[in-house]
């Protein structure tokens, strides 16, 4: 393991007040500061396979999850940080770490914020790519999370902590947690929301950094946590010791409402370290196991945490986190399918196959095109038009 369609808008959906109030259409993974992807929840999806619109050779696997600005998107591949053309995809500019990006960046002000391997956090000018300022911590594997009311971002790094920087560049806060931090912090009005490595949840007060409250739990947590109203919905997962994990629902005070094993004895529901999206009286998350090219797609009753329906993959689905379009949701797995599943049920809408794993979390756009990244080093933009028809 690693380190650390043509939908139809029919209006959109008020975001909570941590979110970004910014007209990008996607600044983060799963849209906004609570991980809710509410874009989404207020389209349809087709029933018939997307066409590609584009696709873009980014030279190096792509494990960043896109980010959709108003008029780029951005990604990264191997060392390079780049800027598409949102309607054609063709390169704005290209950055080059020292070292390969596997996490997630997200967008804030004037600037598109990413994490590398080279234990460098950026800060790139959105429309040029040229460098603003960078902090060194140690590897970001998570990804970042942007308040642009207190015009500031989070992200968790290998150091065991999690940082706060405002957007110019100075530092805000710095906590210490107990072991590696990949959770992509999650935000609410008075909270920041993450795991770390040691299977440590926290939340700190989201304007001092100081620690509200924490909870241990049995394995360790890189899954963003989803805010919903009526709890804090994670996964969590050990796939190199125990080789098995568990999703789980929180209340905002801390305490378990249940902690879900799918049913199964031994590896339970194998290592889930994806945001769980909630749906209905559903909850969806994909685990897996790539040691064993073993994958599921978990739905779980909201109200009990037990397993209403799964979904087997042809490989691990731990680590893209479902993303709610309308009544369904798509995820992808490191088969190469990018899933779309009713969510009720279960039952398969569509996949669209990269030629390999996909390992981020899809983006959307107003007009409901989804972007993907893959390990075969393309981003891929999904449309239900076909190429004739743009």
Request: proline share 3%; aromatic share 10%.
């Amino acid at each position: 393991m690693g380190p650390c369609l043509r939908l139809h808008l029919v209006g959109i959906l008020t975001l909570l007040t941590s979110s970004v109030g910014s007209a990008a259409p996607w600044p983060m993974m799963l849209q906004s500061a609570s991980h809710r992807g509410e874009i989404g929840k207020a389209m349809e999806l087709p029933t018939s396979r997307p066409h590609v619109k584009w696709s873009y050779q980014a030279g190096g696997q792509v494990e960043a999850s896109v980010v959709v600005g108003e008029k780029h998107v951005f990604s990264a591949g191997g060392e390079k940080i780049f800027a598409l053309d949102r309607e054609t995809g063709e390169e704005v500019w290209s950055f080059k770490a020292k070292a390969q990006v596997l996490a997630s960046g997200a967008l804030g002000g004037d600037v598109f914020m990413i994490g590398a391997d080279d234990s460098t956090f950026y800060a790139l000018h959105k429309d040029t790519g040229k460098l603003q300022w960078k902090f060194r911590a140690g590897e970001f594997t998570g990804g970042a999370t942007v308040d642009q009311e207190e015009e500031s971002v989070y992200v968790g790094s290998g150091d065991h902590k999690l940082y706060s920087y405002f957007l110019n560049g100075s530092k805000r806060f710095v906590f210490k947690a107990t072991d590696k931090v990949c959770s992509t912090p999650a935000l609410s009005a008075d909270g920041v929301y993450f795991g770390d490595d040691k299977g440590m949840f926290y939340k700190l007060d989201r304007f001092t950094g100081k620690q509200v409250w924490s909870i241990k739990l049995s394995h360790g947590i890189r899954s963003p946590a989803r805010l919903e109203d009526d709890g804090i919905y994670i996964s969590m997962g050990d796939p190199d010791g125990t080789k098995s994990g568990e999703i789980v629902r929180l209340s905002y005070n801390g305490t378990i409402q249940w902690q879900s094993d799918c049913g199964q004895e031994g590896s339970k529901c194998d290592s889930c370290w994806t945001s769980p999206a909630v749906v209905g009286d559903v909850v969806v998350a994909g685990c897996g196991l790539d040691s064993m090219s073993r994958g599921f797609i978990w739905g779980l009753d909201k109200a009990t945490g037990k397993v209403v329906w799964k979904v087997a993959a042809g490989n691990d689905c731990q680590t893209s986190s479902p993303v709610n379009v309308g009544d369904s949701v798509i995820l992808g797995c490191i088969d190469g399918s990018l899933y779309a599943l009713k969510a009720a049920d279960g039952t398969a809408q569509w996949a669209f196959e990269a030629s390999q794993g996909i390992w981020t979390t899809p983006a959307l756009d107003e007009s409901g095109t989804i972007y993907i990244g893959s390990h075969d080093g393309n981003i891929y933009a999904l449309t239900a038009v076909e190429r004739d028809e743009l």
